[in-house]
């Protein structure tokens, strides 16, 4: 592929045998045009005898930066052994990355071009500096936040509270129960399973009710 900048060489053979010379009246005279809008690029530019060949001519393109890409045509004309020859097809280039489709265009100086624009959305190696947790103030807010948690909050706040509950419930059920009837009024001690008092409470009872009442 041939792009702007690049230089590219036309090439206009006038021997019709390698080992006689041509007489050339007139040098050829090139002319480049884009194909699509037929805008010249290069008008009526002389083609230099390429040193030490046999009637071979060629003229060097220096394609502008500023040239459109496209496709672009050279038409030669000149005067040999007597033959005029206007306007004759050369050579047909093609400049930039015009209608070039599939995995041809992964590499074509457009689609590099295109990913310049995600190249600054990226982190690169450069950047990983900034994102030091050992520098980087906002990762150092998080990680004393996080340092300030307990080993296992779940555990603390939670477990614990529900292991108290449901011991004191198995001792409620399964562990003795004394009234003391020489206290007034009587005294109901709730002890646990493996010892130690659950609970106590005061009774006092009428024909018609009885009332325990806690008192620690």
């Known amino acids: 592929m041939i792009y702007q900048n690049d230089t590219y060489s036309f090439i206009c053979n006038l021997a019709s045998r390698t ?40 003229y060097p393109w220096s394609i502008p930066s500023a040239l459109p890409s496209g496709d672009y045509l050279a038409i030669v004309s000149y005067v040999v052994d007597g033959v005029t020859v206007s306007n004759q097809y050369l050579d047909r280039v093609r400049v930039g990355d015009t209608n070039i489709i599939g995995p041809v265009a992964t590499d074509a100086t457009v689609a590099k071009d295109s990913t310049v624009a995600k190249d600054a959305t990226v982190a690169h190696q ?27 909050p779940a555990s603390i706040t939670y477990l ?39 609970a106590t409470f005061t009774v006092s009872e009428t024909t018609t009710s009885a009332i325990r009442q806690r008192t620690s």
């Open 19 to 58: 080992d006689v010379a041509p007489v050339v009246t007139t040098a050829p005279i090139v002319t480049i045009f884009n194909a699509v809008t037929l805008l010249p690029a290069v008008t009526s530019q002389a083609m230099a005898l390429v040193a030490g060949t046999v009637g071979l001519y060629a």
């Open 126 to 152: 450069s950047d990983l500096g900034a994102l030091n947790p050992s520098v980087n103030t906002v990762f150092q807010q998080i990680l004393n936040q996080v340092n300030r948690l307990p080993a296992d």
């Open 160 to 198: 614990a509270t529900m292991s108290n509950l449901i011991a004191d419930c198995r001792d409620y059920a399964l562990g003795t129960w004394v009234i003391d009837k020489t206290q007034n009024p009587p005294v109901l001690t709730l002890a646990r399973v493996g010892g130690g008092v659950l």
